[in-house]
T-cell receptor, first 113, second 110 residues
Framework: DSGVTQTPKHLITATGQRVTLRCSPR?????VYWYQQSLDQGLQFLIQ???????AKGNILERFSAQQFPDLHSELNLSSLELGDSALYFC????????????FGPGTRLTVT | DAKTTQPTSMDCAEGRAANLPCNHS???????VYWYRQIHSQGPQYIIH???NNETNEMASLIITEDRKSSTLILPHATLRDTAVYYC???????????FGTGTRLQVFP
């Protein structure tokens, strides 16, 4: 158990809809990262938040947005969903220890039909 | 971040050492080598990391060559539960994101 929790575990929705994925980092970790894993693209970094502020952006679509709240949990919002958005979405957190390793949650499997 | 090259797949007998190689010939002086693994669609799991010295923890050992252009992850006594995709990632501490390649699919057989 990494200490990172994600909800929901599975999500099935239709094209054009909007969903919100939630992540709670390990206790004390200030950084939250979102990654997408699809069959054809592998694991790709989407976005990072540090203590409520956006820190880094990766291959995140404009239809996607994220935020980190004062209690440090984070939400990833996906809108106008397309079939190609079907993927595993992972959240990770890190606490700026000297090793900077990231701890990943169990993921949310999104299926768009 | 430097790119890495790993074999697509490897097999290992249960109880034997699994040696997973990684080439990172363009690594720069401030970049570390990190290893993660992903067991069947679970979240990636941190294994170990190093800069230039060999490292060992309860999960594995990391051997980095003197020129730092390659490294080997060693699982000393592989078990069936070690079957996973292993990712070698090179990153500087300032670069927060992890860039995952295709990794090595390790199959441990009885």
């Amino acid at each position: 158990d990494s200490g990172v929790t994600q909800t929901p575990k599975h999500l099935i929705t239709a094209t054009g809809q909007r969903v919100t994925l939630r992540c709670s980092p390990r206790s004390g970790d200030l950084s939250v990262y979102w990654y997408q894993q699809s069959l054809d693209q592998g694991l790709q970094f989407l976005i990072q938040y540090y203590n409520g502020e956006e820190r880094a952006k990766g291959n995140i679509l404009e239809r996607f947005s994220a935020q980190q709240f004062p209690d440090l949990h984070s939400e990833l919002n996906l809108s106008s969903l397309e079939l190609g958005d079907s993927a595993l979405y992972f959240c990770a957190s890190s606490g700026r220890t000297t090793s900077y390793e990231q701890y990943f949650g169990p993921g949310t499997r999104l299926t768009v039909t | 971040d430097a790119k890495t090259t790993q074999p697509t797949s490897m097999d290992c007998a249960e109880g034997r050492a699994a040696n997973l190689p990684c080439n990172h010939s363009t690594i720069s002086g401030n970049e570390y080598v990190y290893w993660y693994r992903q067991i069947h669609s679970q979240g990636p799991q941190y294994i170990i990391h190093g800069l230039k010295n060999n490292e060992t923890n309860e999960m594995a050992s990391l051997i980095i060559t003197e020129d730092r252009k390659s490294s080997t992850l060693i699982l000393p006594h592989a078990t069936l539960r070690d079957t996973a995709v292993y990712y070698c990632i090179v990153r500087s501490l300032l670069a927060d994101k992890l860039i995952f390649g295709t990794g090595t699919r390790l199959q441990v057989f009885p």
